[in-house]
């Protein structure tokens, strides 16, 4: 057994548990998994493969394909493993697409979710650690952000991840179900197994390193007259290990209550052109860049407070150079340039 955390909660180190991973064949579910079992815990990966790749799954975790609504299916995992808690990850995460197809990001994301919830209440599993997101915040009204600002999202797919952490609220008092929901700010980076490559492929450093690598002929930044330090957007880029692993942290607690945590590296954040200008040093290439329009919806500036996880976790980001992210996801897509060869990029 692999002890990484001085400050972990003893009990989440100690007992190897078996845990279902939903969505663990997609970017951040498969590193989660990779880290999980890396800390001695054994996995299960349910995943619909409809943006997750089969490769990417751990070969040390179980796999099953699965479709979160399919309430038979989930409960028929969960017994069959004995399961003894859930990382749900299980998704769609395209915050423009969910703009003009709200309906499939309140299905998926929500009633989906419901219907996992209900599987596990069905079958006595009570500890829940869930993906959420910073855009349950929406336009912040101050940074950095932390857990205690209002909740405004500005578009369907926060809303229906906040709608989401309401009906948790319910289902521990009511059932409980004890859950830690982990508002991610800018996942980015890679291990040497697992990287990001979504189709299609929004995110800016996945983007940027593509131009790099002569697949795109250049990027667009999304407008340069916001009130930041050199015009364009600030995002908190957290290295995806470091997010992994405070999902493992996140066990721990679900034995004494439920909890939320922002989860980002805080700091003055990277400007759209900083992470460009990283990029163009981490790999010695050129990358074109034009200028294009604001994109609908993105807030100027996006900055966590993680004060209370590491407080009450330990948790400590290890990798928060953006040179170290950004090197990490180059080394991913010079090592895998068709991805995990099932679609090309
Ligand atoms: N950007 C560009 N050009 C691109 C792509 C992105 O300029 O081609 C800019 C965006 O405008 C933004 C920044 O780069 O300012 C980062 O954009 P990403 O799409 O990589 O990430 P977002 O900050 O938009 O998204 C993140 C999470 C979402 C979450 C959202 C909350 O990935 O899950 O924050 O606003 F919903």
Redesign the pocket.
Same mark, same amino acid.
């Given at each position: 057994m692999v002890i990484r955390f001085p400050g972990v909660n003893a009990w989440a180190r100690e007992k190897s548990m078996r845990i279902l991973v939903t969505g663990g064949a997609g970017y951040i579910g498969s590193v989660v998994t990779e880290e999980l079992i890396n800390a001695g815990h054994q996995a299960v990966v349910y995943d619909n493969l409809s943006y997750g790749h089969r490769e990417a799954v751990h070969p040390s975790a179980a796999f099953v394909k699965g479709d979160l609504l399919d309430g038979e299916a989930l409960r028929g995992v969960l017994r069959e493993n004995e399961i003894e808690a859930v990382m749900h990850m299980a998704a769609f $995460?395209?915050?423009g697409e969910s703009v003009t197809h709200p309906a499939k990001y309140y299905q998926n994301n929500l009633v989906g979710g419901l219907s996992l919830l209900n599987a596990m209440r069905e079958c006595g599993v009570k500890r829940l650690v869930f993906s959420s997101?910073?855009?349950t915040?929406?336009e912040p009204a101050k940074v950095p952000i932390d857990e205690s600002l209002p909740n405004n999202p500005?578009?369907p797919?926060?809303e229906s991840?906040l709608a989401f952490e309401r009906a948790l609220k319910w289902f521990d008092s009511a059932y409980g179900l004890r859950y830690a929901s982990l508002r991610?700010?800018? $996942? $980015?980076g890679a291990t040497e197994r697992c990287g990001e490559m979504h189709d299609p492929e929004?995110?800016? *450093?996945?983007?940027?390193l593509q131009t790099a690598a002569g697949a795109r002929e250049e990027?667009? *930044?999304?407008?340069d007259d916001?009130p930041t330090r050199d015009g364009?957007? @600030?995002?908190d880029y957290i290295h995806i290990v470091d997010l992994a692993r405070a999902h493992i942290l996140a066990l721990g607690i679900l034995d004494e209550r439920s909890t939320i945590y922002n989860l980002g590296c805080g700091g003055d954040g990277y400007t759209?052109r900083e @992470?460009i200008d990283t990029a163009r040093e981490v790999t010695g290439r050129e990358i074109k860049v034009r200028m $294009?329009p604001?994109?609908p919806?993105?807030?100027a500036v996006?900055v966590a407070s993680s004060e209370k996880i590491k407080r009450e976790l330990g948790w400590e980001p290890q990798f928060q150079d953006l040179r170290v992210i950004i090197q990490s996801a180059w080394d991913w897509l010079v090592a895998h340039p068709i991805g995990f060869q099932v679609k090309k990029w």
């Open positions: $995460a395209l915050v997101t910073c855009a915040y929406g500005t578009n797919y926060g991840k991610y700010f800018n $996942a $980015a929004t995110h800016l *450093i996945p983007l940027v990027v667009q *930044i999304f407008g916001y364009t957007c @600030v995002r759209v @992470v $294009a604001r994109r919806g993105d807030p996006l």
